[in-house]
C-alpha cells in the first residue's frame, strides 16, 4: 500500500483504521514536517490546530519540526494546538518579543521566559504527554561546532530535556542570545542548517512526508543586507564557529530544499495560501499574526478535508 497511495490518502486511510504507530500494518511511515520562521510560526500554528480539530494526529509516526515548528509540534503531540492559541496573544508575544530589549542588553526574543514561564504557567503545554506520545518528536537544530542539523530526539529524556531542546532549536543567533547545550555540545536555531526538515526525516525512514510551510508558494527568501551579514557573521565566528559556512549557504540551501520537496511525489506541502501577509522573524503586529492563524488552519482544512469526507461519509 506505502508505494501506492499518496500522502493525503495515507491521512484518510490511518484516520479510518484508527491506527496508531507501532500498529500498523500498510507498510508507510508518514513523517509530519513543520517549516520555522520564528513569528512566521503563527501560520503554521493554524495549521497543527486544523490537523487536531480534524483529529488526525495519530496517523503520523513522527514529528520533525525546526525552531518555531518545534514548538508548534509540540503543542500537537500533547493535544493543546486549539487552546495553545492563546499564547500568540500581543501581551505574551510582546513579552516574548522586545527589540527594546536589546538596549539593556537582554535578548530580543526570550526563550527562557517563552518555554519556563509561558509554556509551564501562562499558557501550559502538557510536557510529560510529549514524552509518553506514541508519535515521535523530532526538534532540529543546528550544531555550532560543524554546522549541520542535528535531530535533538536522541537528548531528550525527562521534562528538563525536553525543555533545552525546546530553546535549542529556536535560539536564534543574537536575537535570543547564546548557543544552548545538550550533551556534549551547543546548539543554535535550526534555520541557519534545515528550516524545513524534510531531509532528515527521509533519512530515517519516511515514506510520506505532510509538510507545513509558513511561507507563501510566491514568496521570495529574504537576503541579508551587507550590514546584518557583518554582524551576523562576526557573532557566529565568535560563539559558533562551526555556523558561518551555514550561514553564507542559507540561499542555497534553502533552493535545494524548495526543489528537492517539489519534485518528490511522497512529500505534500500546504502553504499560506496566496495574498496572506507576510510576517518578519519578529514581527508582531496583533492583526497580522490572528489572520495568519485563521488562513493556516483554513489552508490545511481545505487540503485534507477532500480526502477525508469519502471515507468518513456514511456508507463509505
Known amino acids: ?9 495515507l491521512i484518510a486511510q490511518r484516520h479510518l483504521d484508527d491506527s496508531v504507530p507501532g500498529q500498523r500494518s500498510d507498510g508507510a511511515r508518514l513523517a509530519l514536517v513543520i517549516e520555522g520562521g ?5 501560520y503554521s500554528h493554524g495549521m497543527v490546530m486544523a490537523l487536531e480539530e480534524l483529529g488526525v494526529t495519530p496517523c503520523f509516526d513522527a514529528v520533525y519540526g525546526a525552531s518555531a515548528g518545534a514548538l508548534n509540534g509540540a503543542w500537537l503531540l500533547c ?3 486549539v487552546n495553545a492559541r492563546r499564547a500568540w496573544h500581543p501581551t505574551v508575544i510582546n513579552r516574548v518579543i522586545s527589540p527594546a530589549r536589546a538596549l539593556r542588553g537582554g535578548p530580543v526574543v526570550d526563550t527562557r521566559f517563552l518555554v519556563h ?6 499558557v501550559p503545554m502538557d510536557f510529560p504527554a510529549i514524552l509518553a506520545n506514541p508519535v515521535t518528536f523530532h526538534p532540529i537544530a543546528t550544531d555550532t561546532v560543524d554546522g549541520t542539523a542535528v535531530d535533538l530526539r536522541p537528548f531528550i529524556t525527562d521534562v528538563a530535556t525536553l525543555q533545552q531542546a525546546l530553546r535549542a532549536t529556536t535560539c536564534l543567533p543574537i536575537l535570543a542570545g547564546r548557543s544552548i547545550r545538550l550533551g556534549e555540545r551547543r546548539y543554535v536555531d535550526a534555520g541557519l542548517s534545515e528550516s524545513v526538515p524534510v531531509r532528515t526525516a ?13 511561507r507563501r508558494a510566491d514568496e521570495k527568501h529574504s537576503t541579508p543586507s551587507r550590514l546584518e551579514s557583518r554582524v551576523v557573521t562576526r557573532f557566529l565566528s565568535r560563539h ?11 540561499a542555497e540551501i534553502q533552493h535545494r530544499e524548495e526543489t528537492d520537496m517539489a519534485a518528490n511525489p511522497a512529500v505534500l506541502q500546504i502553504r499560506p495560501p496566496a495574498g496572506s501577509p507576510p510576517i518578519g522573524r519578529i514581527g508582531r503586529d496583533a492583526g497580522t499574526i490572528q489572520q495568519a492563524l485563521d488562513l493556516g488552519c483554513a489552508a490545511t482544512t481545505a487540503a485534507l478535508e477532500p480526502y477525508l469526507r469519502p471515507l468518513l461519509a456514511p456508507g463509505a
Open 1 to 9: 500500500m506505502s508505494e501506492t497511495v499518496d500522502v493525503g490518502q
Open 38 to 42: 520564528s513569528s512566521r510560526g503563527a
Open 79 to 81: 493535544g493543546r494546538a
Open 117 to 122: 514561564s509561558v509554556y509551564e504557567r501562562i
Open 202 to 214: 527521509l533519512a530515517q525512514g519516511a515514506t510520506h512526508v505532510l509538510v507545513l510551510r509558513t
Open 240 to 250: 559558533a564557529p562551526g555556523t558561518v559556512a551555514a550561514w553564507m549557504a542559507r
